[in-house]
């Protein structure tokens, strides 16, 4: 039985304790810490694991063999490195640090460990579409890919939702699911910005970024976080002889005085719901971490920066990676 400890008890945080203790097997959950020691109690009352008094206290338990990062961003950065300091495997939930500079030093420590002990979760890499999408695109059946079209939108944002967060808590997502899915690297960005949503509130919204990739790919996201109808996410990419897009998800329709509907989810929880699962079974079941690692999780917070930079001139902005240490190495399956 691996005994997992669990910082943060938020909305993810609640929701991967219930998926560690009722949906996976093998696990159980035996430490939890929040800010709000409240939220840490009633999360923990549902699998009797222990309440400490804050992230480090739960890296260190005894009984806590590995760790799930579900704290606010700015804190990831000290939990996952106590974590690779104390050789425990770690899962973060995205981004892995609030900075490229964060993200390199989790990347050094565990370099300096010398074996991977770091996940990022980057849920969309164990969606059922996106991997069918991959294998459509890794088969050749429809020769090479050529452009991507991506829409990612929210019904709305919680009121805690900065202007930025529409890169880095939003497009991250894309970023990471490109570098995966064509197995290349984002070397430029540009975020443009069209006729403003009322719906917005303050925020940015809607925005377009292309981004252009080193194999000469170039792929436009869409990101509108006040959609209102409902959470959609979209993709579709153009290869040479042909196209592969994600189909709608619906597994019903309802006929209904004169119309067709089918319903479109209400937010990502439930969209992702079965890649969480599968996210956090092949986690638990490995014996080295082999989903996004924490190299992937600094290329997506370069990236993120280079987007944010633009958001705000609206210039194209160009990237530039650290040396990839051997570690992370494409052989060993972290960017195949
Ligand atoms: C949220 O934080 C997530 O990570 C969701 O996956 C994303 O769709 C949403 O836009 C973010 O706010």
Redesign the pocket.
Known sequence: MMRVGVVGAGMIGRDHVRRLTSVISGVTVTAVADVDTGAAARVAATTGAAVHPDGLAVVAAEDVDAVVVCSWGDTHETYVLAAVTAGKPVFCE?PLATSPEACLRIVEAEVAHGRRLVQVGYMRRYDTAYRALKNVLDSGTIGAPLMMHCA?R?AG?PAF?QPE?TIT??AV?EIDMVRWMFGTEITAVRVLRPRPSRNAGGITDPVLLVLELANEMLVDVEIS?NARYG?DIRGEILCENGTVALADQNPITVRREGHLTSPVPAD?RER?SAAYDVELREWAAAAVPDGPSAWDGYAAAVVSDAAVQSLRSEERVEITLANRPELYDPTSGDLD
């Open positions: 995205k990612h929210n944002v939702y967060n808590d939003t997502h976080v959470y990502w992702f």
